[in-house]
């Protein structure tokens, strides 16, 4: 009603206890496509918290409304970016989702601000791909780091963006081939492979971007899962 009105709904809940209203996210706001921010703390796995606190369904449920956007800052400085973006946005709901816990912070010569569906490419490598979700992004510096003391260069990407995700907005340099790293803090919400188009098409040897084979693949963004 308040969002019908003109006004803008902050609901502040634990991941794990969003999932019981999924019926009255998708019926009430998502079909309307009315301007609530949801914003949900305890999002992945949260350890001692108990099994009924683990949020580690909230990026395959959320994924699956229709006109949801759904964003998962990197690190306590992007968290305030992300509200403040939750809070302009109009076009619909949107979900910002955040981990239990005290937040890194990630150093940054650069930083850019929100774009709708557009990652931010933290490291440049030319082997191994690592597709970062969330605070999982920290553990993906940290394995390139390893990597490239063994001489194998990564890419990192901060995803931002779980929804809407767009391959082709991803800018790596080059024409590369990469062993593909997804990483998502739950067992049940990888967001790339778990897509039924980019899924079948990395079983088939296909380019996940545009289904081409790669003889014929023109993207940036190929990649090569293992």
Same mark, same amino acid.
């Given at each position: 009603?308040?969002? #019908?009105?003109? $006004?803008?709904?902050?609901?502040?809940?634990? +991941?794990?206890?969003?999932?019981? #209203?999924?019926?009255?996210?998708?019926?009430?706001?998502?079909?309307?496509?009315?301007?609530?921010?949801? &914003? =949900?703390?305890? +999002?992945?796995?949260? /350890?001692?918290?108990?099994?009924?606190?683990?949020?580690?369904?909230?990026?395959?449920? =959320?994924?699956?409304?229709? %006109?949801? &956007?759904? !964003?998962?800052?990197?690190?306590?400085?992007? !968290?305030?970016?992300?509200? %403040?973006?939750?809070?302009?946005?109009?076009?619909?709901?949107? #979900?910002?989702?955040?981990? @239990?816990? @005290?937040?890194? !912070?990630?150093?940054?010569?650069?930083?850019?601000?929100?774009?709708?569906?557009?990652?931010?490419?933290?490291?440049?490598?030319?082997?191994?791909?690592?597709?970062?979700? /969330?605070?999982?992004?920290? &553990?993906?510096?940290?394995?390139? *780091?390893?990597?490239?003391?063994?001489?194998?260069?990564?890419?990192?990407? %901060?995803? @931002?963006?779980? *929804?809407? @995700?767009?391959?082709?907005?991803?800018?790596? +340099?080059?024409?590369?081939?990469?062993? $593909?790293?997804?990483?998502?803090?739950?067992?049940?919400?990888?967001?790339?492979?778990?897509?039924? %188009?980019?899924?079948?098409?990395?079983?088939?040897?296909?380019?996940?971007?545009?289904? *081409?084979?790669?003889?014929?693949?023109?993207?940036? +963004?190929?990649?090569?899962?293992?």
């Amino acid at each position: 009603g308040m969002a #019908a009105g003109g $006004l803008k709904p902050v609901v502040s809940l634990y +991941s794990t206890f969003m999932q019981r #209203a999924y019926d009255q996210i998708l019926h009430d706001v998502c079909i309307s496509k009315l301007p609530v921010l949801f &914003t =949900l703390d305890r +999002s992945g796995i949260v /350890g001692k918290d108990g099994e009924t606190h683990q949020g580690i369904f909230d990026i395959a449920y =959320l994924s699956s409304m229709p %006109n949801m &956007t759904v !964003l998962s800052p990197m690190d306590g400085e992007e !968290l305030v970016e992300a509200l %403040n973006y939750g809070i302009a946005y109009q076009d619909g709901p949107i #979900a910002v989702r955040y981990p @239990r816990g @005290r937040a890194f !912070l990630q150093e940054r010569k650069e930083k850019k601000p929100f774009e709708r569906g557009r990652a931010e490419v933290l490291a440049q490598g030319d082997q191994v791909l690592f597709l970062a979700v /969330g605070n999982m992004v920290e &553990t993906a510096l940290q394995a390139a *780091k390893m990597l490239d003391r063994q001489q194998i260069h990564a890419t990192v990407v %901060n995803m @931002r963006f779980v *929804k809407p @995700r767009k391959p082709r907005r991803i800018k790596l +340099s080059g024409e590369k081939s990469y062993n $593909l790293c997804p990483c998502c803090y739950s067992p049940y919400c990888d967001p790339f492979l778990r897509h039924p %188009n980019v899924e079948r098409r990395l079983r088939a040897g296909l380019c996940p971007a545009c289904g *081409k084979p790669k003889s014929r693949c023109s993207c940036r +963004s190929s990649l090569k899962a293992k």
